[in-house]
Nanobody, 121 residues
Framework: QVQLVESGGGLVQAGGSLRLSCAAS????????KGWFRQAPGKEREFAAG???????YYADSVKGRFTISRDNAKNTVYLQMNSLKPEDTAVYYC???????????????WGQGTQVTVSS
């Protein structure tokens, strides 16, 4: 079982940036695919970004070109750099990990507790 802890959320003005971190403990993390989901108030959780163990990245159209997912296997950490933030990016952001990227994209695997991101207009 992988334990995931997100950090880095907060309040930012539209056009600003934030970097989220997700630290993992437990089983070996470096070989896992990772991803970020988000859930806005009153909406379902949605996939935002994913990264394979080898570093190949995938993005939802809504964040492509603005968000960057990366990983540091030595630190057992995955990051989400969010630039040009918009009010519609306001959501709780969750880290997800699983040996399979397809499972991550579908929302399976281990989940963190989430971190709140609020973008003011």
């Amino acid at each position: 079982q992988v334990q995931l802890v997100e950090s880095g959320g907060g309040l930012v003005q539209a056009g600003g940036s934030l970097r989220l971190s997700c630290a993992a403990s437990g089983r070996t993390f470096s070989s896992y695919a990772k991803g970020w989901f988000r859930q806005a108030p009153g909406k379902e959780r949605e996939f935002a970004a994913g990264i394979t163990w080898s570093g190949t990245t995938y993005y939802a159209d809504s964040v492509k070109g603005r968000f960057t997912i990366s990983r540091d296997n030595a630190k057992n950490t995955v990051y989400l750099q969010m630039n040009s933030l918009k009010p519609e990016d306001t959501a709780v952001y969750y880290c997800v990990a699983d040996p399979s990227l397809s499972t991550v994209v579908r929302g399976g695997g281990s989940w963190g507790q989430g971190t709140q991101v609020t973008v003011s207009s």
